[in-house]
C-alpha cells in the first residue's frame, strides 16, 4: 500500500531534550516536506526536499532541521525543543514533474508533539 | 507571496441540507491549483477536491463541488446532502504552477473552517 508514515504519533518531550521524527515514503517520491500544524493557523511548511541531499527552508525553520540521505526517508530533528514547538506536524511526499499524480501531496497520519 | 482566507472559523449544518465554505486567495500567478482538504478528528488530512486554474468548469466529486471564480480569486466548497462523517475540519490550499525550484510544491493553507453536522 502506497502511504507515508511518520513515527511516533504522539510524543512528549522536555525543553532543549533532543528529538527526531521519523518519516518514510513507499512511493519513490523526488519531493517531501514536513508542516506544523497550529489552532488558529492552518498548516504552514517547515522544510521541504526535492532529492536526495537536497534540502531548503519552507516558511517556519527556526529550530528545525532535516536531512535526506535515502530517497524514502526525511527526518525532522529538533535539537533543543522549546514550548512554542508543541504542536501537530506532518510529513508529505509527491512525485515531481507535471504529471496528474502530483497533483496532489500524500500526508503521513500526523506526529502531535508536546513540550513541556 | 500568495495568501489564502477562510473567513469562516466556524459553520455548522442539518444533516441533509447543504452548506457553503468561503476560500479567498491572493496571488498575481495565473497557473496554479487549488484544494479543498478534510481533516477528521483522526487528524488525517484527506483531499476533498481539486481544482486546475485554466479550466473554467467547476470541480465536482460526488456531493462536493466547487464555485471558482478565477478574476475574484474565490474558490467556495459546497457540499450537500451533509452526513454526520462530514463533520471535520476543512482546509482550502493553494498551490503555484510557476517552476521555482521546489517551493511551488508548496501548500499554501488557510487557517481552516470547523464544521459540525447536526442530527
Known amino acids: 500500500e502506497a502511504q507515508v508514515t511518520q513515527n511516533p504519533r504522539y510524543l512528549i518531550t522536555v525543553t532543549g531534550k533532543k528529538l527526531t521524527v521519523t518519516c518514510s515514503q513507499n512511493m519513490n517520491h523526488e519531493y517531501m516536506s514536513w508542516y506544523r500544524q497550529d489552532p488558529g493557523l492552518g498548516l504552514r511548511q517547515i522544510y521541504y526536499s526535492m532529492n536526495v541531499e537536497v534540502t531548503d527552508k519552507g516558511d517556519v525553520p527556526e529550530g528545525y532541521k532535516v536531512s535526506r540521505k535515502e530517497k524514502r526517508n526525511f527526518p525532522l530533528i529538533l535539537e533543543s525543543p522549546s514550548p512554542n514547538q508543541t504542536s501537530l506536524y506532518f510529513c508529505?511526499?509527491?512525485?515531481?514533474?507535471?504529471?496528474?499524480?502530483?497533483?496532489?501531496?500524500?500526508f503521513g497520519s500526523g506526529t502531535q508533539l508536546s513540550v513541556l | 507571496a500568495q495568501t489564502v482566507t477562510q473567513s469562516q472559523p466556524e459553520m455548522s449544518v442539518q444533516e441533509a441540507e447543504t452548506v457553503t465554505l468561503s476560500c479567498t486567495y491572493d496571488?498575481?500567478?495565473?497557473?496554479?491549483?487549488l484544494f479543498w482538504y478534510k481533516q477528521p478528528p483522526s487528524r488525517q488530512m484527506i483531499l476533498v477536491i481539486r481544482?486546475?486554474?485554466?479550466?473554467?468548469q467547476n470541480a465536482t466529486e460526488n456531493r462536493f463541488s466547487v464555485n471558482f471564480q478565477k478574476a475574484a480569486k474565490s474558490f467556495s466548497l459546497k457540499i450537500s446532502d451533509s452526513q454526520l462523517g462530514d463533520a471535520a475540519m476543512y482546509f482550502c490550499a493553494y498551490r503555484s504552477l510557476t517552476d521555482s525550484g521546489g517551493s511551488n510544491y508548496k501548500l499554501t493553507f488557510g487557517k481552516g473552517t470547523l464544521l459540525t453536522v447536526n442530527p
Open positions: 481544482q486546475e486554474a485554466y479550466k473554467q
Open positions: 496571488t498575481s500567478e495565473s497557473d496554479y491549483y
Open positions: 508529505a511526499s509527491s512525485p515531481v514533474g507535471r504529471h496528474p499524480t502530483n497533483e496532489k501531496l500524500f
